[in-house]
């Protein structure tokens, strides 16, 4: 059995040689970015895939982030999640908007729409959830209560990339759904990201933004950034979508394995699906218990030991933080099961080319007397 470090993951990447006549063309083509041939064909081969209208791409899920709160003109306060990455948040702080903080659900790990409303303030403009793990978020009763009190929704939906509820892709609810293509996703443009829009005038809007504004080279409407994808970055998409469909299945592979391999082990909680007809197995979070023959950071620091790294993600909470951590929707007491899900959440490795040995020596090291 091989004792190489297995990392909680890593990139797919195809061969090398299917990538080469991408560049090829882009050398004769000479263009490198601005909306070039790649980037042009990705947007419409990913509404395809996606099952949606319109997508703009981005070169980074932050990027697109930001873009789509400014898309919307959201200001004020926003209701949002403390368990997830850092750029949910940080992209409120960043256009100046004040991120409150509501619970999770405990078994879906995603905002519990119970808490949304008596969050809600004059102040509050929109809901930024997060669909965490690629597990759908409770999305009609979110709708609702923005539909009663006049909000936008904006979905963090970083980790549901293929995505589908019984209606179709997941990223068709809210006002918008923005996607990290960063290289640890379960599809990747080395770093890139996007937005769904569900119109043709928002789409234009958002790349207006994505340009610096510009409609042509002497007309700025909107004080807009450089969030454009790059055309090798494009490329890459392009070669990844045509391989997605069996590192998809691969993941759901290894997710049955470790289920099979986990399931009753005592102490240890796996966190179920909700509400997929297709997901990704994008991650593959359990849950440490209090019954657990060692704690869950005891059990982290002994998979390490043996070069193996899981992850706690996500811990800290993005209210331990210190620019959140003053924040009054911030304290413990107001997000109790979000605290308590961080101190035990522990993500193992989980990406195509893990292999059989790989699998059986985490599950194996999981097994502790």
């Known amino acids: 059995m091989s004792d190489k470090p297995v990392f909680v993951t890593q990139p797919y990447l195809p061969p090398l040689e299917e990538f080469l006549p991408y560049l090829e063309q882009i050398w004769a083509n000479k263009i490198l970015t601005n909306g070039g041939v790649m980037h042009q064909q990705l947007e419409k081969e990913l509404c395809a895939y996606l099952g949606v209208e319109h997508i703009a791409l981005f070169n980074n899920g932050t990027i697109a982030l930001l873009t789509a709160l400014q898309a919307l003109r959201v200001a004020g306060e926003v209701i949002t999640t403390p368990y997830s990455f850092v750029a949910t948040s940080h992209s409120l702080l960043w256009n ?3 991120p409150v903080f509501v619970d999770i659900d405990p078994y879906t790990l995603n905002l519990d729409p119970i808490k949304i409303e008596a969050a809600i303030t004059p102040q509050t403009t929109a809901i930024m959830p997060v ?11 979110i709708q609702k209560i923005a539909d009663n009190y006049n909000l936008r929704v904006i979905y963090d939906a970083a980790h549901a990339f293929g995505v589908e509820d019984v209606g179709g892709s997941i990223l068709r609810h809210g006002d918008l759904s923005v996607l990290s293509f960063h290289a640890t996703k379960v599809f990747n443009t080395f770093e890139g990201g996007a ?3 569900p119109d043709a005038k928002t789409k234009q809007r958002i790349n207006h933004l994505k340009n610096f504004g510009f409609v042509d080279e002497v007309t700025v409407v909107a004080p807009g950034i450089n969030g454009k994808m790059s055309e090798v970055n494009a490329a890459f998409g392009l070669l990844q979508l045509k391989h997605i469909d069996l590192a998809l299945a691969r993941r759901r592979e290894i997710d049955r394995v470790y289920r099979e391999g986990i399931r009753g082990m005592k102490g240890i909680s ?9 997901a990704n197995y994008s991650y593959f979070p359990i849950l440490v218990e209090a019954d657990y023959p060692i704690s869950r950071d005891e059990l982290y620091l002994q998979l390490k030991k043996k070069d193996i790294y899981a992850r706690r993600y996500f811990y800290p909470l993005i209210s331990e933080f210190p620019m959140y951590r003053g924040m009054q929707s911030a304290q413990c007491n107001n997000l109790p099961v979000a605290n308590e899900v961080a101190k035990k959440v522990l993500c193992l490795p989980i990406y195509p080319d ?14 502790v007397e």
């Not at 669909?131 to 009763?141: L, M, Q």
């Not at 796996?270 to 297709?278: P, Y």
């Open 96 to 98: 100046g908007i004040k």
């Open 131 to 141: 669909h965490c793990y690629g597990n759908p978020c409770a999305v009609e009763s």
């Open 195 to 197: 937005i769904i829009c």
């Open 270 to 278: 796996l966190v179920e699906g909700v509400g997929q007809a297709t």
């Open 354 to 367: 893990l292999s059989k040995d790989e699998l059986d020596r985490i599950i194996d090291a999981l097994k």
